[in-house]
């Protein structure tokens, strides 16, 4: 059970990536919960009868309507009718132990569940305790002729172990989401701010000009000068310069720059818990090599985001190289997609790629241009 996440209009996958990874998983998980009162009853019904077997019932249904008013609470972040209702359980599940026997330590497990969640810092306390009175309860009571219960144990552990990493999952996935997100949305206001900023910058003397040579030729033409026509080629030659200067504006809105990639990549490789070792200035690279490694900067932070698992990446950068290293499990084969798409990016450009395995663990990809050594790469 996690917290609910307000949908924008428009509902569907794509416009709601964290309601579709969080919707009917959130809810198979909780449904699936369900089935441990009903091996509750099954103890009821096993150990008890007449009227305790209808006690036993009764007790079991409360404790499936109170875990139902406990998902809502979540839901709504309401957590002081949730500490009610986990009280409730608690109460409930005390309650059915004469009438379940150890079978009533399957309500236990939700409870110890419910608990992992609530508590997620506390885990290893936590399972420690959810095992703990399966073992103990079984052997003291003696009329129940059992000793400790270790299946049962096993049952619990395994329960709240697996729900608390589901937790961990989910709110690791949401974290990543919600920073894609951000990161997006900067990244779009960065760049409409530069798309205002170069425009302003190519058009604003042009446009100057043009109202200015515009206003002198409507003068000579009206004093019937010659000049006029001078004047009006040189506005029609200052309206095609600035609709080039618009074209290359947009141009460079989807190009792909070595600053921008690294600085989209520093904040992806920080949602995704890897420590970012990332040059802060480019001016090193020769100017014709900034695309090209803009495009091995963004391939090889993909990599390490998607396959690595690593704790740790750095990218170096040199006037005729880039350089990214990481120490996690490895990456992709060699022949991938994206590592041949970037070795015939590369190749066109005169350059040559490594990439490979380094010790003691990680994986390297190097990119060199212009020199001996990108040749034989």
Known sequence: MQDAVQAPPGGGRAADPQRWARGWRRAALSAGMLVYPSVTAIGVAQYSSGAAAVAGFAIAGAFVVTYVLAGVCVVRRDQNRLWICYAVMIVLFVAELPFARNLAFFLWAVITALTALMLRRRILLIVLAGALPTLVVPWAVRPWHTGPDALTALMVVF????????????????????ARAEV??????AERARIARDLHDLLGHSLTVITVKSGLARRLAESGSSRSLVEIREVEELSRQALTDVRAAVSGYREVSLAGELARGREVLRAAGVVADLPAATEMVDPAHQELFGWVVREGLTNVVRHAHATRCTVALSPTGVEIVDDGVGAPASNGNGLTGLRERVAAAGGGVEAGPVRPRGWRLKVTVGTAEGERA
Do not use: I
Not at 159 to 178: D, Q, S
């Open 159 to 178: 329960t709240t172990v697996t729900v608390y990493a589901y937790a961990e999952m989910a709110g690791a996935n949401e974290a990543l989401v919600e």
């Open 184 to 189: 997006a949305r900067l990244a779009s206001e």
